[in-house]
């Protein structure tokens, strides 16, 4: 994720919406070791708050994070697939707020979570990024994630950058 988000420049046109999975103990070093490796502001999201372009909402530890317009809302609802934050349940509300502006990216993983969510972002005609699992430390969540998406862009984790910097834009072909 670092050397994705580290590869996209300041004026990046869009919000950027992160689930890592961690403990519900976690402290706040992701943000800072993100922070560290981007120009983008990174932020561990508060109820409510806007989502803003050049911006890195990261979803705190033991909530889940829903998209909603404009702005993100967190619940503690039960955990989907063994995780809060589930990625599942952020793409899919994604989805369901911008549909076609939707763009989901799965990165490396340990288990399936996100798949479900992605398929549901194309469904509301949004579009699907994969790590290739080749480059990916743990291949599960991105395999899973082309299951359930064959139709996925598969990219290198340094092609990713590039492609939303294309789709952010308007510029990139259907």
Same mark, same amino acid.
């Given at each position: ?6 590869a ?9 919406? %992160? %689930? ?10 992701? %943000? ?27 979803? @705190? ?6 998209? !909603? ?7 503690? *609802? ?13 793409f899919?509300?994604?989805? *369901? ?8 990216v ?32 743990? @291949? ?8 359930? %998406? @064959?139709?996925?862009q ?11 910097? !294309? ?8």
């Amino acid at each position: 994720m670092m050397k994705l988000l580290g590869a996209l420049p300041v004026d990046f046109p869009i919000p950027i919406a %992160v %689930v890592q999975h961690r403990s519900k103990d976690s402290d706040r070093l992701l %943000v800072q070791l993100l922070q560290d490796a981007t120009p983008l502001h990174v932020c561990e999201v508060e109820d409510k708050d806007l989502l803003l372009a050049g911006s890195v909402h990261i979803a @705190p530890a033991n909530y889940h994070m829903l998209i !909603e317009q404009g702005h993100v809302s967190l619940t503690t *609802d039960e955990a989907v697939r063994y995780s809060r934050p589930s990625i599942d349940v952020m793409f899919s509300s994604a989805a *369901d707020t911008y549909r076609a502006e939707t763009i989901g990216v799965v990165l490396t993983g340990a288990n399936e979570d996100g798949s479900r969510g992605l398929a549901h972002i194309v469904k509301r005609g949004g579009r699907a990024l994969v790590q290739d699992p080749k480059t990916a430390e743990i @291949p599960i969540m991105p395999d899973a994630a082309i299951q359930a %998406v @064959p139709k996925a862009q598969v990219l290198a984790l340094d092609e990713l950058a590039p492609r939303l910097l !294309e789709l952010s834009r308007g510029s990139a072909k259907a």
